[in-house]
């Protein structure tokens, strides 16, 4: 099959034969759908009909060998407008979300997975601002809902003025602030042993990944708090699912060690215990904070780690009970699950995301 063009159509039917990995009736499945949208189509302007025409025309042949083609440029007003289908209605997102590190890695996945899994509005918060630009535009892609909206907002998470400046930003400009994901990161860049640690790179790390996260959570934390908390209905009943929920983005060095890399396990060992406190100082309040802990992650910082240092490739392969690094997306979709309602009991937790490397005792 081949789905190009066609902005709301073919993402959807891409979404749909994608959750239900539809293979060999694709091709019936579209045609039945082009002739649901054939009003609509006959009122789009006359180039797009005639591409329809076109098509139209080479339907027989299409069919018989399974394969389609659809180019339609139509937008479907937004009460019709199809939802991707979800297995558990409960991973489902629908509000405001703040991406700190949305430029690059795994913040920019998060921020295209709860784009996909139904936010609102998606603000793209980093210290490069064509990167959180770029990223913000191809969101738009992913976006779910027909009315997704999305911004760029420039700052760094040392200044705790910018940290404050972002949040009141996305409050004031789209009324609330239900998901935030911190993932403004740096890493030691070398590897050496404690006895040798440099100070400087020390309180840089620290400044950045714990003293930033720190400001972003107290920051998104205090906004939260303002707001009405909200409620689920599922088929069970319906639950408070609280004022908001934060995710940082920690690491599996926030429970165990990694040679060399004395400052920046401090700083992710702070980063959890940032996200234990305020998940526990907050808890009554309807505010939920997480932490997702993964081991290493196919992002631009681990092949900057790897072109410092090539032997982690071969580490990787050696530890790593499956033998790779994951990709952003393992991890993304982690942190999607835990914003939506399907952790509304999950709290001041760490989810590590490392195929069981960290459960294994090496003794040989
Ligand atoms: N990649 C991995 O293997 C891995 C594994 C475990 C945990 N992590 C953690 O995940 C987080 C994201 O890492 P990544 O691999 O996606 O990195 P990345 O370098 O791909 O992305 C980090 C983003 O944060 C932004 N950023 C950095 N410092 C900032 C600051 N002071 N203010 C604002 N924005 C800033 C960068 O511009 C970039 O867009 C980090 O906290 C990292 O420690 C990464």
């Given at each position: 099959m081949t789905c190009s063009a066609g902005h709301d159509v073919s993402r959807y039917l891409s979404s749909q034969l994608r959750a239900t990995q539809l293979q060999p009736d694709v091709s019936i499945c579209i045609f039945s759908a082009s002739f649901v949208l054939a009003p609509l189509v006959r009122t789009v302007p006359q180039s797009y009909a005639l591409k329809y025409y076109f098509y139209h025309r080479s339907f027989s042949t299409l069919i018989r060998t399974r394969c389609l083609i659809i180019q339609f440029e139509i937008n479907i007003p937004s009460n019709l407008h199809p939802r991707y289908i979800t297995?558990?209605?409960?991973?489902e997102v629908d509000g405001v979300a703040l991406i700190v590190g949305s430029g690059s890695g795994i913040g920019k996945e998060a921020a295209f997975s709860l784009a996909e899994a139904g936010a609102r509005v998606v603000v793209f918060a980093d210290m490069n601002e064509n990167t959180a630009t770029a990223s913000s535009e191809e969101s738009k892609k992913y976006?779910?809902?027909?009315?997704y909206q999305t911004s760029v907002f420039k700052m760094n998470v040392e200044d705790e003025k910018a940290v404050q400046d972002m949040v009141d930003f996305v409050v004031a400009e789209y009324g609330c602030l239900d998901y935030c994901v911190n993932g403004a990161g740096v890493d030691n860049g070398t590897h050496t042993p404690l006895a040798e640690t440099d100070i400087e790179n020390f309180d840089r790390i620290m400044h950045i990944n714990t003293r930033g996260n720190l400001l972003c959570v107290r920051t998104q934390a205090a906004a939260m708090w303002k707001q009405t908390p909200k409620t689920w209905t599922s088929r069970s009943g319906t639950r408070d699912i609280g004022r908001g929920v934060i995710v940082n983005i920690a690491s599996a060095n926030s429970f165990a060690g990694l040679p060399g890399k004395g400052s920046y396990t401090i700083s992710k060992h702070a980063a959890m215990a940032i996200t234990k406190m305020s998940g526990l100082d907050h808890s009554a309040d309807g505010i939920r904070v997480n932490a997702v802990c993964p081991t290493w992650v196919r992002t631009p910082l681990l092949d900057e780690e790897l072109r410092k240092n090539p032997e982690v490739q071969e580490i990787i392969s050696a530890v790593c009970p499956i033998k790779r690094a994951a990709e952003c997306e393992e991890v993304s979709d982690a942190v999607t699950f835990l914003c939506s309602?399907?952790?509304?009991?999950?709290?001041?937790?760490a989810l590590i995301i490392d195929a069981a490397l960290t459960t294994t005792l090496r003794l040989f």
């Amino acid at each position: 099959m081949t789905c190009s063009a066609g902005h709301d159509v073919s993402r959807y039917l891409s979404s749909q034969l994608r959750a239900t990995q539809l293979q060999p009736d694709v091709s019936i499945c579209i045609f039945s759908a082009s002739f649901v949208l054939a009003p609509l189509v006959r009122t789009v302007p006359q180039s797009y009909a005639l591409k329809y025409y076109f098509y139209h025309r080479s339907f027989s042949t299409l069919i018989r060998t399974r394969c389609l083609i659809i180019q339609f440029e139509i937008n479907i007003p937004s009460n019709l407008h199809p939802r991707y289908i979800t297995m558990i209605r409960s991973t489902e997102v629908d509000g405001v979300a703040l991406i700190v590190g949305s430029g690059s890695g795994i913040g920019k996945e998060a921020a295209f997975s709860l784009a996909e899994a139904g936010a609102r509005v998606v603000v793209f918060a980093d210290m490069n601002e064509n990167t959180a630009t770029a990223s913000s535009e191809e969101s738009k892609k992913y976006a779910s809902r027909h009315d997704y909206q999305t911004s760029v907002f420039k700052m760094n998470v040392e200044d705790e003025k910018a940290v404050q400046d972002m949040v009141d930003f996305v409050v004031a400009e789209y009324g609330c602030l239900d998901y935030c994901v911190n993932g403004a990161g740096v890493d030691n860049g070398t590897h050496t042993p404690l006895a040798e640690t440099d100070i400087e790179n020390f309180d840089r790390i620290m400044h950045i990944n714990t003293r930033g996260n720190l400001l972003c959570v107290r920051t998104q934390a205090a906004a939260m708090w303002k707001q009405t908390p909200k409620t689920w209905t599922s088929r069970s009943g319906t639950r408070d699912i609280g004022r908001g929920v934060i995710v940082n983005i920690a690491s599996a060095n926030s429970f165990a060690g990694l040679p060399g890399k004395g400052s920046y396990t401090i700083s992710k060992h702070a980063a959890m215990a940032i996200t234990k406190m305020s998940g526990l100082d907050h808890s009554a309040d309807g505010i939920r904070v997480n932490a997702v802990c993964p081991t290493w992650v196919r992002t631009p910082l681990l092949d900057e780690e790897l072109r410092k240092n090539p032997e982690v490739q071969e580490i990787i392969s050696a530890v790593c009970p499956i033998k790779r690094a994951a990709e952003c997306e393992e991890v993304s979709d982690a942190v999607t699950f835990l914003c939506s309602p399907a952790a509304s009991y999950v709290n001041g937790a760490a989810l590590i995301i490392d195929a069981a490397l960290t459960t294994t005792l090496r003794l040989f």
